[in-house]
């Protein structure tokens, strides 16, 4: 009896051990990262500043080559695809259609840089009541990886 209680205690310590130890891993990013990820966004439309806003930018089933671009109708309600050049860390597309309502969205000038800096600039289709004003959208990451892992 009292052989196996030493063996269950031996037990219990090595697994107090094993559960305390840190444990390691290796970091994974989506095929769209540092593009990809949740922003907190300032758009300046030439007289007005408006926000903070949140926005998400993921990848489609497409990954390599387009994001989604999401605002969660906060500011325009705009969710629409767009091309991502990820070696210059780029975005860009023309009259991308709108999935909230129906319209036609552009974006230009899109770069992310530092991986936690985002600026882009969005202007509507002539069916859209912003149509004519270009918005300037520009912000950070709203919680990097690093943050979010603890490891920063």
């Not at 769209?32 to 922003?39: A, F, M, N, R």
Request: negative net charge; proline residues 2%; aromatic residues 18%.
């Amino acid at each position: 009896m009292k052989k196996m209680l030493n063996k269950i205690l031996l037990a219990g310590f090595l697994m107090m051990g094993f559960s305390c130890a840190k444990m390691e891993y290796t970091q994974e990013f989506n095929s769209t990262y540092p593009i990809s990820g949740d922003w907190t966004i300032t758009v300046d439309d030439g007289s007005n500043a408006y926000g903070p806003y949140f926005m998400k930018i993921y990848n489609t089933a497409n990954s390599k080559d387009s994001v989604w671009i999401d605002d969660a109708e906060q500011f325009w309600q705009t969710k629409t695809k767009c091309k991502v050049d990820m070696k210059n860390l780029t975005f860009a597309t023309e009259q991308a259609q709108n999935e909230y309502y129906n319209s036609k969205v552009s974006y230009a000038n899109g770069k992310v840089i530092g991986k936690d800096s985002i600026y882009f600039e969005v202007t509507f289709s002539d069916d859209d009541p912003a149509y004519g004003n270009v918005y300037k959208y520009y912000g950070h990451r709203k919680t990097s990886y690093e943050e979010y892992m603890g490891t920063k």
